[in-house]
């Protein structure tokens, strides 16, 4: 069974909610989906296949992901990878291609990776600290899309069994 680890970096549970995601629809296709926060990840040498996904925030893919990349780029080069960055709060993730954020596109570039993703992000109506509490007052909500995680997940999906 091919075993696919989703790594990722967030600040307020958003991206590790979209990362649960993403690992449940690959176990209904059939792989070993394991979801782990990327700081934890200390080697890749069970894994068949890799998605590293970090929130943004004031334009930076989270540090946890970046430090993923570092940590493990001579392992990563040798595996199928996938990035993904969760962020926008409001549609534009559903209904426009987003270009990736400097911090995804080198990362990208670094490790080879086979593709890069942006989903929607969350931010709780009680959200704390600055500038994440000013935010929410006009911009809290969820749009981690169900529907574009799984379209996403069967074009990976599609990626691998090839």
Do not use: C
Request: aromatic share 6%; glycine share 10%.
């Amino acid at each position: 069974m091919t075993r696919v680890l989703v790594a990722y970096g967030t600040f307020r549970g958003g991206t590790q909610g979209l990362a649960e995601m993403i690992g449940e629809d690959f176990r209904d296709k059939g792989y070993d989906a394991i979801v782990r926060p990327a700081a934890d990840v200390e080697d890749l040498e069970d894994v068949d296949a890799v998605v590293v996904a970090g929130a943004l925030y004031a334009g930076r893919w989270h540090k946890d992901a970046r430090a993923l990349i570092k940590r493990l780029a001579a392992r990563l080069v040798q595996l199928p990878v996938w990035l993904v960055a969760t962020g926008p709060l409001d549609t534009t993730a559903e209904t426009k291609d987003i270009p990736p954020v400097s911090h995804v596109r080198n990362a990208a570039d670094k490790i080879g990776a086979r593709g890069v993703e942006t989903f929607g992000g969350r931010l709780l109506p009680d959200a704390k600290g600055f500038p994440a509490a000013a935010m929410a007052k006009n911009k809290s909500g969820d749009w981690r899309d169900a529907d574009h995680v799984a379209r996403w997940v069967d074009e990976v999906d599609a990626q691998l069994r090839a």
